[in-house]
């Protein structure tokens, strides 16, 4: 079932990476039914809160018509960064599936974890490490190539 749903977010993923933004895509469910899918927007929407998980997030909130969204999974094909996993924890979403490490991957670990008013999310990961990491370093790549032309 991981596979399933992460080759998903993966899919989300490379509608970002058509669109020339970085290429994060997710998928959030339910008791194995999709809630939500979406992917990077943040170029297009030009706001830095048009990440994926947040954009799935509010997606999933609207469509149970609850901001609880207890007991759901989250499959990411980045490891959610700091912003994203705060909004993860107070959403109360039980796993995170990632396929890849992001930058600041201790602070999101650490957030996810601690117990405080939240339950700590569990992490689960990597998940079809190899793809994920190929369509991040091929954006970036192609990104490169455009700054030096």
């Excluded at 490891?79 to 994203?84: N, T």
Aim: charge should be positive; aromatic fraction near 6%; charged fraction near 30%.
């Amino acid at each position: 079932m991981q596979e399933k749903y992460m080759n998903i977010a993966l899919k989300e993923a490379y509608k970002s990476y058509k669109k020339k933004e970085v290429p994060i895509g997710c998928v959030i469910v339910k008791n194995n039914k999709i809630l939500a899918k979406s992917h990077n927007l943040k170029e297009k929407k030009n706001s830095a809160l048009y990440h994926a998980e947040l954009i799935a997030i509010k997606k999933a909130t609207k469509k149970i018509k609850n901001w609880r969204l207890n007991n759901c999974d989250i499959y990411v094909t980045m490891l959610p960064c700091p912003m994203c996993a705060s909004a993860i924890k107070q959403s109360r979403i039980k796993n995170v599936y990632y396929g890849i490490n992001n930058k600041n991957n201790e602070i999101s670990k650490k957030i996810l974890n601690t117990i405080d008013n939240n339950e700590k999310v569990n992490l689960i990961g990597p998940i079809l490490k190899c793809e994920s990491k190929m369509l991040v370093q091929n954006f970036f790549k192609n990104q490169r190539k455009k700054e030096i032309k």
